[in-house]
């Protein structure tokens, strides 16, 4: 008979296969050389937010209203600002995600007309679709403006105006030459005729629209023959299919077999003290993770259609150490951009900053994420982060007494165990001099050497000792 570890690998084995080769379309219903960015709520006990601050992105008000889909792009991702059904793929509530699928025909060239959002951040990346790994990227700063416009993203550039900050640029189904063109995404994988597509927002100014108030980005496609297509006739010609794009998660069974395993407590895979480790993989995460199998030299390639632009750490957690967990640790420098702000701040340590809590990689699903921006922090730029269910919330985790508040998942790891959640801390475009971040890792367990304060330290301890501590301002 086998033992149980050598069926636990077997199990092991057949997860890491499904997701190495697993991306797929999901229709869904139609609605209306810089420092830093080198690519290498309201205050309430609520369980689907933070949120204090005065963000509230994507809201509408002033700004027009744009379409938020179209033949060619998919509706809008976003659990918290669109479809709550539309969860999948640990996505951040700070950003919007589109998606595009098709067929470049041969001969022809794809040509994408849009504008700089009013926004933190926004993005073009290509990826296989058999494993949601993603190819490339096509980002804001490395996207030359037309004549005339201007990059709204570039440090002294004004972000404010709301003309001249349109941009061009060609997805093409080639692998990257030695000397790619520039405003070019080379989308092409060996083996796919279609390309995959996701168009991402971050953090659209407050008052802006879901797409920071610029529409979204409207193909064309340049035949040989001199013809342009657009709208019907170019989804047509490319055979578009804008269903979302849904990475596939572990099956159930499969995955109650990795966590349920003999001999485990009931806490498992979650420590006491919470460990963080750096994204490499899912092949990685889950060896790591169920197997104990942490050594060796894994390439960061990502999955889950990730962003290339971004970096992650990873720590489950459960409530069986205690209802809550305090995580203490100092904030990277980030550009304040929700309230319009006139120039994108250059003096930070990195884009984006972001603390999610999710279920489980059965689910993919999302809890709900503070962004740096809702994070209070002290005068050294430390912050205290308190993560409950929304009924064990301390009193005192509240902005007034200097500490944020995180929903844990309600749900659990929505496979049972109501106890788990998944924590994933997102860092974005670092400053070339930074040094600090998730990207800088490079060894499974260099973690805590490399990110030191910024990576947060963790403690378990109850809703009635937490209050006992008092508030800190």
């Known amino acids: 008979?086998?033992?149980?570890?050598?069926?636990?690998?077997?199990?092991?084995?057949?997860?890491?296969?499904?997701?190495?080769?697993?991306?797929?379309a999901v229709a869904a219903p139609a609605i209306g050389s810089v420092d830093?960015?080198?690519?290498?709520?309201?205050?309430?006990?609520?369980s689907s937010g933070s949120g204090f601050g005065s963000v509230d992105f994507g809201s509408g008000g002033p700004d027009v209203e744009h379409p938020v889909s179209t033949c060619f792009w998919s509706v809008p991702i976003n659990p918290e600002r669109a479809d709550p059904q539309l969860n999948y793929a640990f996505p951040d509530t700070a950003a919007i995600y589109w998606a595009a699928q098709f067929t470049i025909p041969e001969d022809a060239e794809l040509v994408v007309r849009g504008q700089y959002a009013h926004a933190r951040y926004q993005s073009l990346n290509s990826y296989n679709a058999a494993t949601a790994m993603p190819t490339a990227v096509l980002n804001d700063i490395s996207?030359?403006?037309?004549?005339?416009?201007?990059?709204?993203?570039?440090?002294?550039?004004?972000?404010?105006?709301?003309?001249?900050?349109?941009y061009t640029a060609s997805v093409r189904n080639e692998a990257s030459p030695a000397e790619p063109k520039p405003n070019t995404l080379y989308a092409g994988v060996p083996g796919q005729d279609r390309i995959s597509l996701l168009y991402r927002i971050y953090l659209p100014d407050n008052g802006r629209d879901l797409t920071g108030g610029v529409g979204l980005p409207e193909p064309e496609l340049r035949l040989s023959d001199g013809r342009v297509l657009r709208g019907e006739d170019l989804c047509s010609a490319v055979g578009a299919d804008n269903g979302i794009l849904k990475p596939a998660s572990l099956p159930l069974d499969t995955y109650k077999a990795l966590r349920d395993q003999p001999g485990k407590p009931s806490?498992?895979?979650?420590?006491?003290?919470?460990?963080?480790?750096?994204?490499?993989?899912?092949?990685?995460?889950?060896?790591?993770?169920?197997?104990?199998?942490?050594?060796?030299?894994?390439?960061?390639?990502?999955g889950q259609y990730s962003n290339i632009d971004n970096s992650y750490v990873t720590a489950e957690v459960n409530r069986g150490f205690g209802e809550v967990l305090v995580l203490r640790g100092e904030l990277p420098r980030t550009p304040e951009t929700t309230t319009g702000a006139k120039n994108l701040d250059s003096a930070v340590d990195m884009r984006f900053w972001s603390m999610c809590s999710n279920e489980s990689l059965a689910t993919t699903k999302v809890a709900t994420c503070l962004f740096d921006e809702q994070v209070a922090t002290d005068a050294a730029g430390r912050y205290t982060i308190v993560a409950s269910l929304p009924e064990d919330r301390p009193a005192n985790a509240t902005k007034e007494c200097g500490v944020s508040w995180l929903s844990l998942s309600p749900a659990g790891d929505g496979a049972g165990h109501l106890d788990d959640s998944l924590l994933i801390m997102r860092n974005m475009l670092p400053a070339n001099d930074f040094g600090h971040a998730a990207h800088d890792t490079r060894t499974p367990g260099d973690e805590k050497a490399v990110m030191g304060q910024y990576l947060p330290d963790g403690q378990y301890t109850s809703k009635l000792a937490f209050e006992g501590s008092g508030c800190a301002k």
């Open 267 to 302: 806490t498992f895979p979650s420590e006491q003290t919470p460990v963080w480790r750096a994204y490499y993989s899912a092949e990685f995460t889950l060896g790591c993770t169920y197997l104990g199998k942490c050594d060796g030299t894994p390439q960061r390639v990502g």
């Open 36 to 46: 830093f960015g080198s690519s290498t709520g309201s205050e309430t006990g609520s």
């Open 143 to 166: 996207t030359a403006p037309d004549a005339g416009s201007h990059n709204t993203y570039l440090p002294g550039a004004d972000r404010s105006n709301d003309g001249a900050r349109s």
């Open 1 to 24: 008979m086998h033992s149980s570890r050598t069926l636990v690998a077997a199990v092991a084995l057949s997860a890491i296969t499904v997701f190495a080769g697993a991306g797929s």
